[in-house]
């Protein structure tokens, strides 16, 4: 299938081709149909995207709108939640803040990664406090997963409530795995569609906080040479360099190398790292 993702990897093997000129058969073969396959490809990816981002906004807003229609903070019509109850809302999900601001909760957000075209405050660990509860949308992978348990964990007191919701298509029942032992799976577990809503309770098991200890050091090289690096669980390509950014990043450097005559790249410059 004919995807964004298949036809980034052909484009990139076509830009490869053409610069390797006709040192290799295999190359020079498809430098030959470079030019109109990267045109179909183009055309075919920006139709992609245009899809793909239709469907995310359907899909990143499934979680929180299920799990604000369940409301899982209430039972049987009663708040689980004390009126000056104040409550740790990670990630995205304004349906979610809403239904808990009913329940006369305090909402506090935290947004570790910026998304949607407002801008929001971002940051790394949770706001400082001990709160009584915590609502999660389940991140975009299992150790960022893992590192938000652990500082959520942080800041919740023992007995307190934990509410996560998610998608099976991106692995939210994989979280049964990772509560175990900072958090008590309570059953059952909730369903609307392919979103599952999944409620524990804070143990008295220490985390592994703070944010300091989650730091991973690694080397990295922009094209001047290796530099140390500092990276945390979640980011994309484990908060290094994927083999398309690499290609990006040298190509930069080549266009703006020629047109500068062969000055420094932007991000070469001390003032720009």
């Known amino acids: 299938e004919l995807n964004w993702w298949s036809a980034a990897h052909l484009e990139y093997a076509c830009r490869i081709a053409k610069s390797q000129g006709n040192e290799d058969k295999e190359c020079a ?47 049987r019509g009663q708040a689980v939640l004390g009126p000056d109850s104040s409550v740790l809302v990670y990630g995205p999900g304004r349906q979610v803040r809403r239904s808990l601001r009913k329940t006369g909760a305090t909402v506090v957000p935290w947004r570790r990664f910026a998304s949607g075209p407002a801008g929001v405050a971002t940051r ?22 893992e590192f938000a348990m652990n500082a959520i964990a942080s800041s919740l007191r023992p007995g307190a409530p934990l509410w996560v919701y998610g998608d099976v298509r991106e692995g939210v029942l994989g979280a049964t795995r990772t509560l175990k032992g900072l958090f008590d799976l ?88």
């Open 186 to 273: 309570r059953l059952p577990i909730q369903e609307v569609g392919d979103v599952r809503v999944l409620t524990a309770r804070r143990t008295k098991k220490d985390p592994q906080a703070p944010l300091e200890a989650w730091l991973r050091k690694e080397k990295i090289n922009l094209g001047d040479g290796p530099r140390s690096w500092v990276s945390l669980p979640g980011l994309f390509a484990g908060g290094l360099i994927d083999v398309m950014t690499q290609y990006l990043l040298d190509t930069l450097a080549q266009v703006v190398g020629d047109a500068a005559e062969k000055k420094p790249p932007l991000w070469f410059l001390p003032k720009f790292r």
């Open 29 to 75: 073969d498809l430098t030959a149909i470079a030019e109109p396959l990267l045109k179909a490809l183009t055309a075919r990816c920006a139709a992609e995207a245009e899809e793909v981002q239709k469907e995310s906004t359907a899909f990143q807003d499934g979680p929180p709108s299920a799990a604000a229609s369940l409301e899982p903070w209430a039972k």
């Open 124 to 145: 790394s660990w949770p706001p400082t406090g001990v709160f009584d509860a915590c609502a999660l949308r389940y991140p975009n992978s299992s150790d960022a997963f």
